[in-house]
């Protein structure tokens, strides 16, 4: 079993982009700033499967090396 306990912060992202050259620029506040909400809650699902055509009965003693 694996048990995993992540804290989340709700709030915003917030990324900038700048443009800048070397040459002549016609526009020169081409800058973008786009912000992203974030949720405090993942949709995540995790499924796992197993399969084993040879195994231990239940209630009979196994070994592992």
Do not use: C, E, Y
Not at 49 to 55: D, E, N, R
């Amino acid at each position: 079993m694996v048990n995993a306990t992540v804290t989340a912060s709700s709030g915003n992202i917030t990324n900038t982009a700048v443009g800048t050259s070397t040459t002549p620029d016609p526009t020169p506040t081409n800058t973008v700033t786009v912000v992203t909400p974030v949720a405090t809650s993942a949709d995540l699902t995790l499924t796992k499967v197993a399969s084993s055509t040879s195994g231990t009965q239940a209630g009979r003693p196994s070994a592992t090396r």
